[in-house]
């Protein structure tokens, strides 16, 4: 563990005690989701029937919820559910001009990871408010982190709603995924998604790059240098500084946005053939 610090080396004063969250265990996951099934509301639906072709502009993470169990027969490691919540930005061509509507697609995934034991209840006196409220009593599981940027748009395609076997089968899986959504999510969207007829429907393909991680509240011995003194002065704009020219005058010229950033630092690397 590196513990940032301004004194010299070797000026260690003691060595302290701390609770702090301890990573157990953690993986990383780069996938290609295809052919996810977007839900819309009923007047984004309505559009989607009348368009001729789509474009995918742009995907975002909106929600990610977690859920841990501890695996059978195997001590100390845990299964962790996971499911995605993405906002997905279509162009609609239709006769006349285009327009953009949003829509939700959903993915869920499991990983096993080891998260150590421990049986403990965890009461602490933090004030939740109201009185007399008795807390409810938590067990030392571990928790599950999950970090994830923004999806990387790869494909879309318009299709009619089928009805062949294939379709039913893909159709029922879809069905789990809607029944899953919460309202909190649908209000998003403008009501209910999915939820009414459709004749023609939205599959779209992207990349996500995601880390899980197991840790759990630990006790930890540390070396400690000295308290975190702050040296540097709050910089602040006084309220009657009203000179706009003062205030420009103060910022940096921004080089980065002219000039587009190098692969190395400092000039230090190799020619590169082109």
């Given amino acids: 563990m590196s513990v940032e610090n301004n004194a010299p080396v070797g000026c260690m004063e003691d060595a302290v005690c701390i609770q702090a969250e301890k990573i157990y265990d953690i993986c990383k996951d780069k996938e290609c989701l295809e052919d996810l099934r977007v839900y819309f509301c009923e007047k984004d639906q309505d559009r989607v029937d009348r368009a001729t072709s789509i474009k995918f502009r742009r995907a975002e993470i909106i929600w990610v919820t977690t859920d841990v169990e501890q695996v059978p027969?195997?001590?100390?490691?845990?299964?962790?559910?996971?499911?995605?919540?993405?906002?997905?930005?279509?162009?609609?061509?239709?006769?006349?001009?285009?327009?953009?509507?949003?829509g939700l697609a959903t993915y869920t995934k499991k990983v096993i990871l080891y998260g150590s034991e421990?049986?403990?209840?965890?009461?602490?006196?933090?004030?939740r408010g109201g009185p007399d409220v008795f807390e409810p009593k938590s067990t030392n599981l571990p928790k599950a982190v999950v970090e994830v940027v923004d999806p990387i748009a790869l494909d879309a395609k318009l299709v009619d709603a089928c009805c062949d076997q294939e379709c039913r089968r893909h159709d029922a899986d879809c069905e789990d995924d809607k029944n899953r959504i919460p309202e909190c999510i649908c209000n998003l969207f403008g009501g209910e998604l999915g939820q009414f007829d459709d004749r023609k429907r939205v599959y779209v393909t992207i990349g996500i790059f995601v880390i899980v991680r197991l840790q759990r509240s630990a006790q930890l011995m540390v070396p400690s240098y000295d308290y975190c003194i702050p040296d540097k002065e709050c910089v602040s704009t006084s309220a009657n500084d009203d000179d706009p020219c003062s205030l420009f005058e103060k910022i940096q010229f921004p080089y980065d946005e002219f000039y587009p950033p190098k692969d190395c630092e400092d000039n230090r690397c190799g020619s590169k053939g082109i």
């Avoid at 195997?74 to 509507?101: A, T």
């Avoid at 421990?118 to 004030?127: D, I, K, L, P």
Wanted: aromatic letters at 24%.
């Fill in 118 to 127: 421990g049986s403990a209840y965890m009461f602490t006196s933090e004030y």
């Fill in 73 to 102: 027969f195997n001590r100390g490691y845990y299964s962790v559910d996971i499911c995605f919540y993405f906002r997905i930005n279509i162009e609609l061509c239709h006769v006349g001009r285009p327009c953009y509507v949003d």
